[in-house]
């Protein structure tokens, strides 16, 4: 019974999302923006993860306004405000502006962003996908907050040797469609390397933060918030080589996990206002993916085993 309390606790915020869209529709409608390129981008929102991390739930905080405490081993992150708020947030970034942040990480003033945004993989996402995001966004009220400083342990602070790790890490490709592979397969690459930047979170990292291409989605013990990020690529013995594709499909669609838990830490907030909200095809073409990827052993990373 308390796992199902939990689980109908982590499904609470769903009108959240509900009423985002709403306004979305009749704010688009209202300024005149194309509202096919809205609701396009309204799932892209999902589907990229921007809500859960861009606001401060904890705290009350207004939708996208920012301020949710990122912390990471080199110091706390704070997110930003990515409503439409001219002074405050995003208001007068163009669509080249927002472009260049999302696949570059560079800010409209000419500095770095910090890879805790997760332009590295967005980097991948198509144009279109990144322009219909931006409509949305820019359709829904916006908000006045003042973004947080970032409190990053030295040398951390210094952006400047953003450059440095840029030419060590950043080397942004698109995701090309395999025309030997499914549209299926094809699709849930798309989705868990681009827009879901699964990587992000479920593959290693070196000293500097980049991450660890030749382990991708083994899994870490030092995730975000100090959680423990399991394996998810098909080894049987560490990772979800032993589960089917309706278990994971299970696992994306309301995190019940094979052996009857449930996820937790981050993971609730990704299923609960991402996974859970992709259509039945989208939840299948990820599952097909991440089962056909070359399997890799993480004992220190461990996933559940059904």
Known sequence: MARIASRLRNLRPAWLVAALLVAATTNAVADGADPASVARGAYVFIAAGCGYCHTDTKNGGAALAGGRALDTPFGRFYTPNITADPDTGIGRWSDADFLRALREGIAPDGSYLYPAFPYTSYARASEQDLLDLRAYIFSLPPVSAANKPHELDFPFGWRRLLAVWRFLNFDPQPVVADPARTPGWNRGAYLVEALGHCQE?????????????????????????????????????????????????????????PDFDYVGSVMTEVVRNSTSRFTPEDRAAVAEYLLSLPPIRNPAARATQP
Not at 229 to 253: C, F, H, K, M, Y
């Open 201 to 257: 979170c479920h593959t290693p990292r070196g000293m500097l933060g980049g991450l660890e291409y030749d382990q991708a989605l083994s899994g870490t013990t030092d995730g975000p918030e100090g959680a423990k990020v399991p394996n998810i690529t098909p080894d049987p013995e560490t990772g979800i080589g032993g589960w089917s594709a309706g278990q994971l499909v299970r696992v994306l669609t309301d995190g019940a996990l």
